[in-house]
């Protein structure tokens, strides 16, 4: 579901920090009538984006459509974004408008298109390519203009160099492509959307303040859920600890992350590194994990030289997430 309540740039909270390069691309590409590729994590803001590209093109007064292809009945999916004539199969009753002509004279967002049927990728890219859409049953084609935005999480040039997507496609949809960074990647940003979430709460719950230590917390966090998680931790701390956040209210999923930082390390053949798994979580004999997170950071210090810049990429985290770790580790 794309936002709706407010316009697209207000809501892009720390479009400033590590959005800015990415919103200025949109706003060059968002004039222009070119399919657009938004990838990114979930909870990264792909949907806001698509919005933008709307909002700031020129069928801003058109409709915006978002389709979930992942959602798309197999069978139906074709009927579902072309629509069908009457009779067209068991069941059309009557002729049925689809995605496409909804979205005619706006903007048409396909999320998840990486899961669109292999069957129904040649005839998107003809509607892409030509402008016009044939329904299920029909014997004519229809002209049909709109923008297409394209969301997916997943690798789709990878996808298509293995066959699993098609190459045509991709290079169709891809004439632009926004990336989104994670929100590890940009941890500067995490108070200004600290800040905004507290202000929409204020309404419901009062004014609402957060430490420094714990704003601190959250800027180290590994956020696996992104800006959607971050909004839900600051709710949960918001709602239990009252007037005041401190860094003892912060509810944080923690294992995941914790699982996840110690398998890279793992996979990296690290000698010194006897890792054991205790249920879903991952451990060295006898250590906490603060202490065994530290070691690890401290190793690929000592494995890469003391460059934090090939610590960060051995571990798979973003440098300005390392080097905030090792502040807080005091690991020179």
Not at 114 to 142: F, W, Y
Not at 204 to 225: F, N, V
Request: aromatic residues 4%; contains cysteine; charged residues 25%.
């Amino acid at each position: 579901m794309l936002p709706s309540s407010c316009s697209a740039l207000t809501a892009l909270v720390g479009a400033d920090g590590g959005l800015r390069p990415v919103v200025a691309r949109a706003r060059l590409v968002a004039p222009t009538p070119y399919p657009v590729l938004v990838t990114g994590e979930s909870g990264t803001g792909k949907e806001l984006i698509a919005r933008l590209l709307h909002e700031l093109g020129p069928d801003a007064e058109g409709p915006l459509v978002a389709v979930n292809c992942g959602a798309l009945s197999r069978e139906l999916a074709e009927s579902e974004l072309f629509g069908h004539e009457r009779g067209s199969f068991t069941g059309a009753a009557g002729r049925r408008t689809g995605w496409f002509e909804e979205a005619a004279g706006g903007t048409l967002v396909l999320d998840e298109i990486g899961e669109l049927p292999m069957d129904l990728q040649p005839k998107l890219l003809r509607a892409l390519e030509t402008g016009r859409i044939r329904r299920v049953g029909g014997s004519g084609e229809v002209p049909v203009r709109l923008r297409v935005v394209a969301m997916t999480l997943r690798d789709l040039r990878r996808e298509a160099m293995r066959g699993a997507f098609r190459l045509d496609l991709f290079h169709r949809l891809a004439a632009f492509e926004l990336r989104l960074p994670t929100l590890r990647e940009r941890p500067s940003d995490v108070p200004a959307l600290v800040h905004h979430f507290l202000v929409e709460l204020q309404r419901e719950l009062g004014t609402r303040t957060i430490s420094a230590g714990a704003l601190a917390r959250l800027q180290t966090h590994d956020w696996p859920g992104n800006v959607r998680e971050l909004r839900n931790v600051v709710r949960r701390a918001a709602v239990l600890a009252g007037p005041h956040i401190d860094e003892a209210a912060l509810e944080l999923e923690t294992a995941g992350c914790e699982v996840r930082l110690v398998e890279r390390a793992a996979e990296s053949a690290a000698p010194a590194v006897n890792v054991q798994r205790t249920g879903d979580l991952l451990s060295l004999p006898g250590k906490k994990f603060l202490e065994l997170e530290k070691e690890i950071f401290a190793w690929a210090l000592e494995r890469t030289g003391g460059s934090r810049r090939r610590a960060a990429t051995l571990l798979g985290i973003s440098r300005s997430t390392f080097c905030d770790r090792v502040k807080r580790f005091g690991v020179a």
